[in-house]
C-alpha cells in the first residue's frame, strides 16, 4: 500500500463515468487495492507532501456559542454547495486553473482535469441546479471541517449521486476547500485532519 494511504479510504481518480460505470458521480474515488470507482464521493487520499505546511487562516468560519447548530448546518450547506458547483462549472467550463479555488490537493486537481474529458452534462452546472442535501457536520474546527451530505445532479447531469463525506481544509485566500473524501461517517477521515501534511498549492 503506499505511503500516507489507510483501507476504506476512496481516491479521487480521473474519468467520472469511465465507461458508463460512473454515471452518479462527481468525483469519483476508487477504493485502496484498485477496486472499480464508487458512486460519488468528495476527493483522494492524499500522501505525505514534501513541501511546507500552510498554515490555516485565522479567520476560518467556525461554531461560536452565538451560533445555532441550525445556523452553522445552513452555513456549511452554502459553503459546499459553492465547492461542489465550483468544482463542476470548472470541469464543464473545461478550465484547470478555475478548479484551484475548490480543490486543495494535486491530486484532486488532477482528477478533475482528467474528468475535463469524460464527465457528461446534459445542461451547463448552476448554482441553482447543483443542489446539496442532507448536511451533517462530523467535525467543525478551524483547521479541519468534515461533512457528510448528499449531492444532487439530476437537472445538470441526469444523475441523481450518493452521499459522501467531504473533508475541508481552509487557505487564506480561499477559504475551505475540498481535500479528501470518504464513503462512510464511520471511516478514518479524523487522520486527514491531524496527521496529513497539507500541500502549498496554487
Known amino acids: 500500500m503506499p505511503p500516507g494511504e489507510r483501507p476504506n479510504q476512496w481516491r479521487l481518480i480521473a474519468g467520472f463515468g469511465l465507461v458508463g460505470a460512473l454515471a452518479l458521480t462527481l468525483i469519483v474515488l476508487t477504493a485502496q487495492g484498485g477496486s472499480p470507482p464508487s458512486p460519488l464521493t ?21 461554531a461560536t456559542s452565538t451560533t445555532t447548530e441550525g445556523q452553522r448546518s445552513t452555513e456549511v450547506e452554502a459553503l459546499l454547495q459553492t465547492l461542489w458547483f465550483g468544482w463542476f462549472d470548472a470541469i464543464y467550463r473545461k478550465d484547470p486553473d ?8 494535486t491530486r484532486f486537481h488532477d ?15 448552476t448554482e441553482t441546479n447543483v443542489r446539496v442535501e442532507g448536511t451533517k457536520i462530523l467535525l467543525d474546527r478551524p483547521d ?8 444532487d445532479m439530476t437537472e445538470f447531469r441526469g444523475s441523481v449521486g450518493a452521499p459522501t463525506v467531504s473533508v475541508l481544509w481552509p487557505d487564506s485566500r480561499y477559504g475551505f476547500r475540498f481535500a ?7 471511516d478514518l477521515w479524523l487522520m486527514d485532519c491531524d496527521n496529513l501534511q497539507r500541500e502549498v498549492t496554487p
Do not use: H, Q, R
Open 42 to 62: 468528495a476527493s483522494p487520499p492524499v500522501t505525505a507532501a514534501t513541501t511546507s505546511v500552510t498554515a490555516p487562516p485565522t479567520t476560518a468560519p467556525v
Open 98 to 105: 478555475a478548479l484551484w479555488p475548490v480543490v486543495a490537493t
Open 111 to 125: 482528477a478533475g482535469i482528467s474528468a475535463m474529458d469524460s464527465m457528461e452534462f446534459v445542461v451547463a452546472p
Open 144 to 151: 479541519c471541517l468534515v461533512v457528510e451530505n448528499f449531492i
Open 180 to 186: 479528501t473524501g470518504w464513503k462512510y461517517a464511520n
